[in-house]
């Protein structure tokens, strides 16, 4: 699907930082040796592995730093499906602020590119349940945002985006509250009217003490399939059901059916690995 | 191998950033729902996964910058092998304050053991042939200086750390310089004394022009291991030879009996994924 | 109340850019001019004028920033009442460093706890209804965080933070969608399952509108009292009930007594003016 | 009056500042679910108050950042005078970008014009006796360039910018100095020639000690009418005679009737309060 | 003379900067491979030139942000007259951290007592007239700050910090506004009262024209020294004068003798050169 | 000769921090008080001293920054030789802006033209030698990036950009490590294959020792010509050979007609001064 764009101000300063960290204190200066001041390059970015795309804001975003000489054509936009030869755009410019720019470009590319793949594959994988997929907060440091939007681009949902919007009450905070009541209700008590609150659960006696209390949502905590459907028959829609822990597009479709409103996985983020995409050269100039 | 550590101005900014992302504009609300402000926790860093540590300064300052009264205590260094239960370091202070730094934390961990990890695995894989294994330009974006770094820690050496530093003529300088004599003469001429240049060649033809007229190093790109072979056997020593595109860890050792000095790999920074690594609570108070 | 204080590195970059500001290319010139290298003070930071404090941790880290070997002795936390009269804390250290982070620790203490002052008034206001007093996104651009933390302070509630950590359906959204229906729906079907929804509305028919699809508050926008009696009635539990517009400490009473669940304010951090706090002199030395 | 304008410099980090604050991880997650992408909307910017407008080129900034499409169409330049009702200018462009910069842009305006309006408000009640109006260095952190521009616009003028770049000795300077002619002696060795001098005092007996001496101004801290005429008779045009400290709208003209060159108000930076500025809807697309 | 030390909150970002451009994304990698991790080291930092101190401060918040493990112990205080041989401080640590602050801390030291030096040199050229010396705005872009403070610890003293902070009417001012007088007279009314009007002449018969309206100073732009002459008698102490304009050490005598108040030159800033100042070893451990 | 450009990313926050220094928080007040705000002026940039250009892109950047309706046109390239009078460039717009970016853009374009002439004249010294001028790391904090591009647009070289980039083993390592051949054998094994390593010597004995192990350069310690000449025999073409310490344009031809391969001096950078380049009026409007 294609995601709403991410505002530029959210995206400028990881592009900056990124640019900084490849063009050192020297900039290129292989293409500065061996490239002629004047000479035109056009390259088509063009997918050598199936997935979906994300990032063609960052693409063009590192071109206009490096250069606004670049000009950018999409082919497609973000959430598009890939095949191995899917063209995603042309670069055209000179050749010099080109090869600056590239591997910038391509790495973010790649990494959110990645990142949409997967979430489009564990998608695909609970498709027709009705069933969304969610991200964590385990994400790459910087890169939150992007990620994120990368999870929506592949069909994927977010989870909080950071400690301070959402309420989310684990194993230690239960401990250290002295019990699912006192947390749920101090909770309920310390958020605003605009925060869900949501508490991790291991079994099923926990489940029954939270539905005692109450709360937006419950995280079930690598539960087994069956243990996951007595779960979601007791909560009876009262709440959102989560489950999380060890799912992989294998086991999705089991732990789907169970009957859960969304599952999460960290890997979705933090292990994607980056989709293969690389540039062609077009002509020359 | 214990990596010499990054000097602190370089991973500081990191952190920053990272925390800014993780606590918004509230910190953890949950903590401060349900913590009181004087309880205290210890926690273990415990590997779940076997690998090879990287990024405990990044644990210590990120646990630093939230509240320097969280005391952190190492078992091991970076670089050090973790199996499954392994600990890796002990986390001791104010509750609300250790919750605060925990995500930023580990997600910095986990990412950069992923790398770590995948690097001493394939380093192992071609142990006692003397060919070193080495990491490229494709990084997570804003993360380069401790993608590096954690390459080091699994024992893995760095190619250029930017477009700045190093001369590595690809495909399209050769093509926009119309040929290998000419951009390698232009390097040569234009290349600070401390600068090497590399050359990267397809085929044995464009590796006898190379040899010709000479180049630090040479990246034998895509070659099988036959090719390799004779291509190690035409440098005889005179430039360092790199294997480089789609080794893995189970054609490594037969890429590394071919003879060249090094092998290099994309994906030990950008898809290594994130190493598994947890927080045990050791006591509260 | 007592606030969870914000973690330092949402407070530090506020305090270094106001710094910069006040300390110029030459730092304090009169002290440098006028006071002894190695001359010390003590000064009590004390209200001049009723209210509430907040904004003592940017006390104390402006002058840890200007130079650590300033001493500061809190006799209060944030939260706490004051009177004319009241002391906060004591500063004591070098004078020209004392006299370099003065200004920028009292503008700060002064706006915050003004906040939190004219918060705790309207909460008075309400008091024994049970009816929350929240803020807005109506902020001083640069400070949101520091500003909801006084609100906190001052007995107050917060509504989002930003536009990305809750759905909020205005006017215009709706003259977008094409009704209150499918505003919400869109909503209901785009928004994270951590994603709390409220919509705007000015009249009892839009509200019965909203009651019929349901979302989680509903913002009474400038009703009066008796019809604000009306729509509580009507929504009966079934969502949070928030008043807004043109509500005053004098007007409070009133509203709160129609049973809605909170009242929201702009004005709370956007008019609230500064509290009167000054330094007195303790001792010279 | 219309004041110079600030150069871009100053103002763009204020604003992406506050665009990341208010953008947060994920931008405006209520037009993304509602708003169609291709959605276009005309808003005017409307006064609902009377006062003095400040901020225009903070507003064109935010939209600007936020998304170079947005068009801004103005209809008077800050300094000029708003009745309630009165259009500021007209934003043209995609309906999402439009509110992802909307209460950015309102924020500012309503401050600056806030800071503005009362200003122009005290330069009022003494127009005529050729007193000036001054603002003091009791700003918000942050905004201190664009406060004082705000005064500019109201027709007043500022004091010192910042500690560097005046000398203003105060009670606490004499005190530790030893007396006023120490203290002006010190201060005239050591300031630069560009460097005004003014000293604050309490009574006319120091203010004698001070005319002995010489300075470039003195401020008549908290003194009565009559001893204010007292004062600017005796300094007798060798000074600058600055009035400060609770001077109000109400007791202004009684001041200025005294003679003294101008008059200062802290209150004007520190508690003006937002002036009432709206959006006004004037087409969809 | 030891001049009022800059706060660190000025110093600090040049630092962080300086230390990123210098450490790279790896550090110090001749360190890393050739000395031993425990390795400490003792350093004297030790002129090699005769001249004057400035920068002290730097180089113990460049060891300090590398490695709070190093200690800088002081010999001297900025200001103090160097000859070759003077030890300036010692410095004691770990031998990689101090290699990684070594330069930078030198480059900064160096440069900030090339300035104090030539300062030094220029005042004593003017010694018993009681001419001041002043730096002007001709700074190294980043360093101004530092630079203007390096004038002080040689004895000098500071013209405008910035364009922001006093009023100087050049040729072209002069030019654009039709005249000297209507360029005084805009001036004296547009700008604050804390605010220093100064304007440039070339002959006596503008001096004769300002005059007739009256300023703060007068910059008597490349006159000889017959007619500096004439122009101190023209002013008879009504103005500070100022000469300025292709000033020696060798000609400032005679031109000091004529009376005026102060000479500047844009070359103790923009020209004078590092001091040569190295670092021996003392030993090592 | 022409440099490749630095790209923008690499100077852009170079100029935003010598703008908000020379801009303060006001702007420029001479200018908003004598300027009308439509008067249009055109300057040309002129050199008044030989040399060779350096920095036109900050010009141009600085005018950008301040006010996009500046048009800059150049009349020859960074590298080009200037004599007194030579023409640089013109800048036409807005008055105002024109005197608010004027300074900054000066100030660095003397700096690095500085540089490049400097540079250029120890070029010229050694011309035919067929040897090569480089610079250190050396620089102004800050500008290292800056500055090594001007040392190329002055027909330099650059040694190393940082710590990072290369092994520069020195006395110190030397001393630390116990010896030439374990220091210069822990570099090769630590060192990637993309970094060259070149080591410091004072004496023949040591290049012996040199020799014996093998380096990529060594740097010839202030040795005199005689000497110079028996190192370079020694080496035979096997290292690049450099000569550093004490070199001036006076000695230079002496020691290139060694054979040494390249010269390095610090003072191309540390202490090469302005290059006087002013602005004319050429009309106004």
Redesign the interface.
Known sequence: M?????????IEP????????????????????????D?R?RFAIVARQAGVAAGLDCVELACA???PAIRVTRDLADGAALRPGTRLAVLEGP???L??AE??AL??L??LS?IASVTARLVAAVQGTGV?V?CT?????????LE??AVRAGGG?????????????KD??I???GGIR??LE??R????????I?IEVDDLDQLEEVLAVGA??VLLDNMAPAMLRRAVAMVAGRM?T?ASGGITPDSAAEIAATGV??ISA??LT?????LDIGLD?LA?G
């Open positions: 294609i995601p709403a764009p991410l505002p530029r101000p959210l990881v592009l900056r930082r990124a640019l900084e960290e490849d063009l050192g204190l020297a900039g290129d200066i292989t293409s500065a040796c061996v490239v002629p001041a000479h390059s730093l490096v250069d050749s010099r602020s090869m600056a591997r910038t790495n973010l790649g990494h990645g969304a969610a907060r385990k994400t790459t440091p910087g890169l939150r945002a994120k939007y949902m977010n989870h909080r985006y950071s400690l301070a919007d959402a309420v989310l009450i230690n905070h401990a250290i509250t006192p947390a101090r909770a008590a310390g958020a605003g009217h605009m925060v869900k949501e937006d949502a959102v989560e409103d969304l960290g890997w933090h292990s994607a690995g980056t050269v020359e």
